[in-house]
Structure formats: C-alpha cells, structure tokens
C-alpha cells in the first residue's frame, strides 16, 4: 500500500466537485466567501502595504492581481500579498487549529486567475486542501503550538500545495512531488503572534503551496516519503513525537473531515482564543450596566493552550491587542463589542482601556475540550467583580456565535461581508461580489469576480 505522501498526492489529483459532498461544498463556499471579505478590510494594513511594496509587477501568463488593486504580479507573490492582507487583522475563520481559508483562498484565486478557472474549480481545490490538512492534523496527538509551531503556516502549505496541484491538474505522482516540496517550505512560530510577521507567516504559506505545486508542474521533485519517513515531516513537527503515521488506509476520499469539522467565523477580529469570554462578556453587559470605574477585577477562566497565544498582558498597539486576554475583556466592558473600531492603537491607548486591563486575572486549566478541532478548554467563563463586592457571573461558554455549530446565517455573514469589504469597494460592488461569491458554483470563471476597486478596469 502506498504511504500518507502519496495518498494525499493520488486524492489531491483526482478530486472533482462531482465527488464531494454538499456539506463540504457549503464550507468551502462559506470560508472561500468571509476570506474575500477580510482580505479587502485589510488590503489597506501597513503589513500587506509593506510587503506588496517588494514585489515587482509582471505581465504575461504567470500574472495573477493584487487585490484590489488589481496590479498584476508573479502567481507566487500575488498569494503572498494577498494572503498577508487577509489575516492582517486576524478576522478570517478558524478550524483545525489554525485558519484554513486564508492560505487557501489567496492560493487559489491567484492560480485559478492564471487558468481562468471556474466557480467549481476553486471548489474542489479548496476541498482538496482542507482535507489534506485535516488529515495530517488528525495523525498528530499534540498540538503545534505547544511545540511553538503556528499550524496555519506549517501544515497551510501543505494544504496550499494539494489544492493548487488540483487545480493545475498534475497526476497523482506530480502531486505527491508538490507535497513533498512544500513540507520543506513549512514554517512559522507562534512566538511572532502579535506582530507583522504573523500575516507574513501565511502569505509566505499560501505562496510556498503555490510555488511547490509549479516546481512539480515543471518536472521538480521531493522525497515520495517525505511525510511519513522517520526524518520526514510528520515526525519533524510532531509535539508529541508520536504522529500516528504507519501505513495504512487515510481514507481520503471516503472519510470527509470538512463536513465534521467545518469552518468557524469570526465575529471579533482578535484571536479566537479570546471569543468564547468576549461572547461571555457581551452577554453579562447586555443585561447588566457596568461601568469600568465602579470594577474592582474581572475574571477569566479558559485554557492554558489559549493563554499560550493571549502572550501580550499590556498591550500598547491594536496589533499587539489582538493577542490579549487583558484588551479582549477591556474592549467588550467599556464598549459593548470588540469591532474593528477597537482595534485600533488609539483606543488601546485610551486611558480608560488602559486602567481597566491590569485589573483582568486570568486562570487557565489544563483540561482539553473533547470532539473539537481547537485546543482549547471545555468552557470559558467570565466573573466580574465590583467595587461594592457584588459578582457578576456568566455562563460557561463552550461554543463561540460564529462556530460551525452555532452558524451565523447568510445575512449575518453578508453583514460581516459588506462590513469589510466597504473599506476597500464601494458599497453596490461589494454587494454584488458577495452575491457572486454566495453563488460560487455558478460562476463560469474566477476572472468575472468583481475584486477590484477600480472595478471598470479590464483585468482579465
């Protein structure tokens, strides 16, 4: 029997839109849908500005746009820019422990633009990548981020490279070599949460998959082991030391994680480690008036593994906010949500944030949440304590709004859509490439979505 690297490469090749499921297909479609939208609230970031800034334009077949300038350059590096431009503000969904659409999508559109590939296409090649990546997050017992590991840029590459070998159509040999090569590009630490280089991270994610899958369009070639050898991949990143990796069936292809597992959005953009106390938080203020000054401390209790991320305890900008429990509980008490409005280096700078955030104690368990894709405890719960000595106590948290198994409905994802999307696009384009993008499996090319803000503008 072959091993992992070479059935993931034979399920990567093959896949078609005819052979997936429809709950799989509305997970895509959904993940696919709120990335567009965070990648156009975040276009205008210093990070993505700075990285775009190093990469030359290019005409000709291998061209691809930014979004949404639509300036054209290198396939590659147009994955990279926009893929820094969707996680800039750390507002694109969550699974698997990481954040599935946003090195899948830039990958995607930025080859698929090359191809003129259909609606149908980005489909199956985002189903494609997921499941390639849920299959080796599922033969690891521990988690990457204990090991410093930041599993979005070391198991997204992956992921990038078997979605992107799909929609080039390489056999099944061809893109096992893709694999190959892209578990040798696999990188990133979750130390640089909180800064530039986390986006970067991804980018450098989504165009490693890109890149990985032309090297082996173009005859290059990895190891046709190179997960599953005792020096390999697998084991190389493996907190553990134990990923379960003895050949056998993986059963790609017959055991479909992404209906299971789906995809989480985000109605906060801050890290999700921070959302199930934010929903907590927001609950106890709609019922209760509370003003910071009358709070003598508030409480957190959530899990170890979330606090491993939540690193920054008194943050001074809003990128260093997003990776703060302290700024989290701070934002939702004094303004009754944590929006992009909040996450800006002006209002963690404010002196009521800034007098409220050292009162916030956090205490976390070590006990993991069991049947769920993130590392996290079973619950976060939220206490508020005040001055008069009154306490203020939430319900345990176990599912955040927004999660799989509490879906926000299309409305509410346009919502979140137009919401982003405006900062880039004025507000009928955006609401007709929401329409577009809701409708994926009819679109007869990637080339029709109106991405651009100079929307007139012959890009195809």
């Not at 775009?52 to 005409?59: Q, S």
């Not at 599993?151 to 040999?173: F, I, K, M, Q, W």
Request: hydrophobic share 45%; net charge negative.
């Amino acid at each position: 029997m072959d091993g992992l690297t070479r059935q993931v490469g034979a399920f990567a090749a093959a896949l078609r839109r005819d052979d997936i499921p429809n709950a799989a297909i509305e997970g895509a479609r959904i993940g696919m849908t709120d990335c567009v939208g965070v990648l156009l609230a975040g276009a205008g970031e210093a990070a993505p500005t700075l990285v775009a800034g190093m990469l030359a334009e290019l005409d000709g077949p291998h061209a691809a746009p930014q979004i949404p300038t639509g300036r054209r350059l290198f396939v590659a590096d147009a994955a990279l820019a926009n893929g820094v431009a969707a996680h800039v503000l750390d507002y694109d969904d969550v699974a698997l422990s990481g954040h599935p659409s946003v090195v899948l999508t830039p990958a995607i559109l930025a080859q698929a633009w090359t191809l003129g590939s259909s609606g149908r296409d980005l489909l199956s090649a985002y189903v494609a990548g997921y499941e390639t990546w849920a299959l080796l997050d599922a033969l690891e017992p521990g988690a990457l981020h204990e090991a410093g590991f930041h599993p979005t840029a070391v198991y997204g590459a992956l992921a990038c490279a078997a979605a992107v070998s799909n929609l080039h159509r390489l056999d099944a040999e061809k893109t096992a070599h893709a694999i190959a090569i892209s578990a040798s590009m696999a990188a990133g630490t979750v130390a640089n949460f909180g800064s530039m280089t986390k986006s970067l991270q991804v980018g450098r994610a989504a165009q490693s998959g890109v890149l990985a899958a032309g090297l082996a369009k173009a005859g290059y070639t990895g190891s046709l082991d190179a997960l599953e050898h005792r020096a390999g991949f697998m084991v190389a990143h493996s907190p553990s030391g134990r990923p379960d990796i003895e050949t056998r069936d993986f059963k790609l292809g017959s055991h479909w994680r992404l209906p299971e597992s789906g995809v989480h959005i985000k109605r906060y953009p801050i890290c999700y480690a921070t959302h199930r106390s934010i929903d907590a938080m927001l609950d106890l203020v709609a019922f209760e008036t509370i003003s910071a000054e009358d709070v003598e401390e508030v409480r957190v209790h959530t899990g170890d593994t979330q606090m491993l991320m939540l690193r920054n305890h008194a943050p001074q900008t809003g990128l260093e906010a997003k990776f703060s429990m302290q700024f989290a509980m701070a934002a939702a008490l004094i303004s009754r949500r944590v929006g992009l409005e909040e996450l800006t280096d002006a209002f963690v700078q404010r002196e009521d944030v800034r007098r409220l955030m050292p009162r916030i104690r956090c205490t976390a368990t070590i006990e993991r949440v069991q049947g769920w894709d993130q590392p996290f405890a079973p619950a976060d719960q939220v206490t508020v304590v005040l001055k008069s000595g009154r306490e203020l106590r939430s319900q345990a948290v176990e599912r955040p709004k927004g999660s799989w198994q509490r879906r926000m409905t299309c409305d509410e994802l346009r919502d979140k859509f137009i919401d982003c999307a405006v900062r880039s696009l004025d507000l009928a384009p955006a609401e007709n490439l929401f329409n577009q993008l809701w409708a994926l499996d009819d679109l007869s090319t990637v080339r029709d979505l109106r991405m651009f803000s100079g929307s007139s503008r012959d890009l195809s």
